[in-house]
């Protein structure tokens, strides 16, 4: 098996669109990478220069030791699951499970073998005589997953392989291809804009926007320490609140007059300077003496908790808490952090203000 390393990788589509700005990224051998962001952001572009189905105009991608950027597709040893499946839909799931194998000049008995692991791994042995047309949306993706696995490829590369599925099939889903890949062991790659997938399923996560890296560490290291005010925004949900503020001094900061103590701040402000103060919905608690006070408009329901949406100092905010915690009919909260959960940016580059 193999690692994947991206040094600098660039793209430019004909008509000067820079779809991908110089990505460096390292992915290890058996480990699960998710590419996560906004539509448009260049995620499927990247995997396509990956998988070959793109040309690289700038930089080096080597899988293992070897740089791929001028070997063919077929050749590159990696195997692609796509959004829609890209079954053929003439041929018998067996078939097109085979298809890959029998392109290779793999040995009758030896497809055989792997079609049937294959089908035993995904629980689709009574399907193998169907066609995709008289399979549901899941056995299909199973499918689909079952022909890359067949191969036995170096890298598996998906993009967007559950959104054509229902939520709850997508999640079935989901836990089935984490299952699948830590028995597998296969270096993954899987590229989606839903950022409970991504944190779900990664080993590393790597944010992106507007054709550029923003942040790539663990789901908690990126969960608890966004170095953007993008990331902070984009991973988390519902996202993040972001507060205008005012630099009290070293440890303080202010919203809308009221003060709040943060661990995390970057040393030397300027007392009063603008400063953005994030706090998730889900680390504020409610209670009798809490430093910061909110006006609640409405309260949604999700049955495990509950989110209380209004203002605070002026800006819109949500609180979120477990079910029954706060009285639903609450018209005022009285607000409290850990000033560990507090999360400073830079209003011009957005940048995280955190200790160096
Ligand atoms: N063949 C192409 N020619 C020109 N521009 C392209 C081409 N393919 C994609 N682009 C542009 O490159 C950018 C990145 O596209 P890409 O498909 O990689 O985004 P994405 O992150 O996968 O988005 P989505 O989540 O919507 O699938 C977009 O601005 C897109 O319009
Ligand atoms: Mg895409």
Known sequence: MAGVSLDTVRKIYAGNVEAVKGVSLGIEDGSFCVLVGP????????LRMIAGLETISG???????????????ADRDIAMVFQNYALYPHMSVYDNMAYGLKNRKTPKDEIEKRVKEAARILAIESFLERKPRALSGGQRQRVAMGRAIVRKPQVFLFDEPLSNLDAKLRVQMRVEIKRLQRALGVTSIYVTHDQVEAMTLSDKLVVMSGGQIEQ?????????????????????????????GKVEGNGRVSIGGQSLSVSDMRDGLAVGSDIEVGLRPEDVRAGATGQLSMNVDFVEELGATQLFHGKLGGADFIVQAPTGQIAAD???????????NVHLFDPQTTKRLGKA
Do not use: H, W
């Open 59 to 73: 930089g080096e991608v080597k899988i293992g030791d070897r740089v791929v950027n001028e070997i063919e597709p």
């Open 216 to 244: 790539v560490g663990s789901p908690s290291e990126v969960y608890r320490r966004p170095e953007t005010r993008f990331v902070a925004t984009f991973i988390g949900s519902p996202p993040m609140n972001i507060l205008p």
């Open 330 to 340: 609450a018209k005022q909260l009285s607000l409290s952090i850990d000033p560990a």
């Open 39 to 46: 539509s448009g952001c260049g995620k499927s572009t990247l």
